[in-house]
Every structure is written in structure tokens, then in C-alpha cells.
């Protein structure tokens, strides 16, 4: 069975946007099992290995009990688990080897000039793996019982993948969401906003759901951010390509400079 997966950081809930992934996944009540995985430290001491693992299972159910708290009282029975090693790697390896649907992470990051869009756990996770990831960056998260989802398309395989992947996992987002198709084109040619919309409104139809549609026209990354602040979804869902070393790379220009510009919790697909 793939699961969600749900990680905490260093047991700080009411910072760097941990408490706000928490209240996501209680409010989104998805019919699933949650993993919750916490890389833990090494005790650099001289003591046997079962003193150390019960020292790390300790401390990783003392992290994990306001994430395991919140689920709780949204009717669902989550499972848990940690790792130890490299938050970032540890994290990007359970999700491969999981077959994880959906990460979803809590991260303070700050702009493009400091480089740490998201933190620096969250950013080796997204270079790490093509599962998708929700960074939530604010201290406080949606608290709508059905969420407005904006889904900015490009045209490319990652953006028809980013449609694909909303219209498979729709529960998330509660019981009545509303979505809103996003394309940015360098003119405004009724033409290229049709090639563009077309298949994903296609895909929407066909499950029986009603998108509404936003055509700007301007820089993409520029005109996405601005909508971002304008309009006010409550999650902003990217395709992104990429997979590399640095931020720009792994994440691809227009998503790089988007995360840069605006605040709003980004869902970035990475896998087509």
C-alpha cells in the first residue's frame, strides 16, 4: 500500500511551519495510513546498541507526538516510524522505498539571495527524490474543510503530471475543493491558453470535476507569484523538472523563482 508520509523536524512543532503540516493532514483526513519518519541523532557515547535504539525510539516518540496528537483527533490511526542518518536523505529513502504518494513538510526558508528557499532538510528531500512534495512555509495552515487549489500549467509532461496527480488524490484537499487551471503565456493568444488548458480541463471533466480557469499573460514566474498573493489559494500545485545539486536546478526556473516570491504552501510534482 503507498502511504502519505508526514515528517517533523527536531521536535520545534510551533516553528518553521511543522504545527501548520500537522493541521493539513488532520483537516485533509485522507483514508489512509500515515507514516511519520524523524531522522534521529547518534548519542555519541559509549554504550550498547540497545541502550542507543531505545534512546532513539524515546526521544522520536516525544518529537512525534503532536504530529500523532493532531491525527488523532481527525479520526485517523497513523503509523510511525524513524530513521537514522542525514534528515534529508533518510527521508527521500523511506519515500522511494515506500512508494510514498505525498511528503509533506513544515519549512522556514527565506529567499533566493540567502539561497534556502525552504530550509536546508526540505531542499536536499526535493533533490533527493521525485516523490511529491508539500512545503507548507507559513505558521499557519488552511483551515477551510474543502481547500482552493490553484494548478499552474506549462504545456510540458510535468504540468500534465501535476493535473494528473490533483485529480488521483482530490480527497486530500477535502470534500467540496475548488480548483482553478493557471497558465501564464508570453501573449495573449486564445489559441496557446487552449493547447494549454485543454487536456487537463479534459482530465477534470472526466472525473466529473469543474475547473476554473486563469489566463495571464506576462512572465510566468512573475505572474504566478502575483496571482499567488492576489487570489490566495490555499495551496499552489507545481510541475517541476530537474534534478540536481542546486535550488534552480532541482527545481526548475519558473517554480525556483515562484518559491523565491510568494508564501503560499507549494505542492511540487517532480515525477511524470
Known sequence: ?????????????????????????????EERPLQVVIPASCAAVAVGADIVRAWHEASSRKVLKPAIDTLWRANMD?????????????????????????????????TAV?????????EKVLAATHVPVL?????K?????????????????YGAAAARYIVSHRALFGP????????????????????????ARDQFAAEGIVAAEARLVGNAAAEIAAYARTAKPDILVMGSHGRGRFTSAFLGSVAWRVAATCRTPLLLIRRV
Open 135 to 139: 512545503a507548507i512555509r507559513e505558521a
Open 114 to 122: 540567502k539561497g534556502l528557499l525552504f530550509g536546508s532538510v526540505t
Open 176 to 199: 467540496r475543493p475548488e480548483f482553478t487551471l493557471l497558465h501564464v503565456a508570453e501573449a495573449p493568444d486564445p489559441l496557446v491558453f487552449e493547447s494549454v488548458l485543454d487536456p
Open 78 to 110: 497513523p503509523a510511525w516510524a524513524y530513521r537514522v542518518g542525514d534528515p534529508g536523505l533518510e527521508i527521500a529513502t523511506w519515500a522511494d522505498e515506500h512508494d510514498t504518494d505525498l511528503i509533506v513538510m513544515g519549512s522556514h526558508g527565506h
Open 1 to 29: 500500500m503507498s502511504e502519505p508520509l508526514l515528517r517533523p523536524g527536531n521536535g520545534n512543532c510551533g516553528g518553521c511551519g511543522m504545527s501548520s503540516a500537522f493541521q493539513f493532514l488532520g483537516r485533509a483526513r
Open 141 to 157: 495552515a488552511p483551515r477551510r474543510k474543502s481547500l482552493q487549489v490553484a494548478i499552474a500549467l506549462d504545456g510540458s509532461a
